[in-house]
């Protein structure tokens, strides 16, 4: 590889040819880390409203490490995977006490929690313009073909790749142009290589091998489950719970919820589940059906609804229950799933 032509073009290209995103405004090593925290398992264009409303409310370490934990994630609701947003408050009031601001050191911003070599990277290169490489799946396909590599390789070559290649100056841009590479021209299957403005030096496009590799990864097999969702209301208000045996998501509010296990019905789940809570059955009518997907797990929750005074049941003083307005439930929910269930009851209301 001729690594300075190779800068050049790439370099060259990325000026004009990149997308501008909020997290590429004002790159402070704070907003780095939010967005590509976010942006783990999840594509750009989801990420741009909760990343604005994030960094309007906790527009600095500070303002983050003071909040308290309900509060990160309300407003990571619907992102998935909430420990990432754990780590993030956990690791804002860390930085502070151990130095007091965002550490420049990769090795400090390593030790925190919730990031890891990639994120690290990313945030020296990006905000401090330190040449620290970064490998992710885009990276790491355009290397492959860049190379010609026809069969699996350790990880440590595609970081030893990056390191030797990336430059002194204009680090920030070489890594965003390596990622921007995978993500607009060198796509997964049918790379756009007539638009490749590293085509010339390009190993894969020489010996046309570009379609084949990398070589596509097994999908994991969908997993699909069901679940039921009780949506029990008294005087205006639902039942919530966070105990682990009920809720999606252990320790954080959700509806009460239960797998339907093989062989049994949806009523009798719901019966069943309403037993547990409530000590009898109730009337629970069908009301609602809720696609829901994490990963590779496929959800279809089935919501039942009751209207009941159920405050008689001596619920409101158990721990791990309490009653919520909706307009508190949309604060405290934590799960979309959940988030979709209350919009179902939030129809039925406006119906009746
Ligand atoms: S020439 Fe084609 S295969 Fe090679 S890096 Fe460019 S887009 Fe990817």
Known sequence: MKV???????L????????????????????????????????????????????????SIESLARAAEHEVLELWSGLGYYSRARNIHRAARLM?????????????IRA???????????????????????VDGNIRRVITRLEG???SVPEKLFWDRMSRWIPERQPSDFNQ?????????????????????VERLCEARRLRIQDIIPAARPRRAVQQTEAVILILENKR?????SLHTFSVIPGKWGLPCSQVLRGKSLKDTANALSLKILGRTVPLILCAKIGHSI?????????????GDFRVLGLRRTKGFRWATPAECGRLLTSSLFHKALAKYRAIDAEE
Request: net charge positive; hydrophobic share 35%.
């Open 177 to 197: 142009a390596m990622m921007e590479l995978g993500a607009l021209v060198c796509l997964p299957s049918r790379p756009l290589c007539c638009d490749c403005p």
């Open 112 to 134: 925190l929690p919730g990031i890891g070599r990639y994120t690290a990277g990313a945030v020296c290169s990006l905000a401090f313009h330190q040449a620290q490489p970064i």
């Open 295 to 307: 990963t590779n797990h496929r959800i279809t929750a089935h919501g039942f609804f009751c209207r």
């Open 237 to 241: 208000r639902l039942l919530l719970t």
């Open 149 to 151: 590599i026809q069969k």
């Open 12 to 59: 060259r290209w990325y000026r004009t040819c990149h997308r501008s995103f909020p997290w590429r405004e004002d790159p402070t090593p704070y907003r780095v880390w939010i967005s590509e925290i976010m942006l783990q398992q999840t594509q750009a264009k989801t990420v741009i409203p909760y990343y604005r409303r994030f960094l309007e409310r906790f527009p």
């Open 96 to 108: 502070l006490e151990r130095h007091g601001e965002f550490p420049r050191d990769l090795a400090a």
């Open 4 to 10: 300075r032509e190779f800068r050049q073009y790439l």
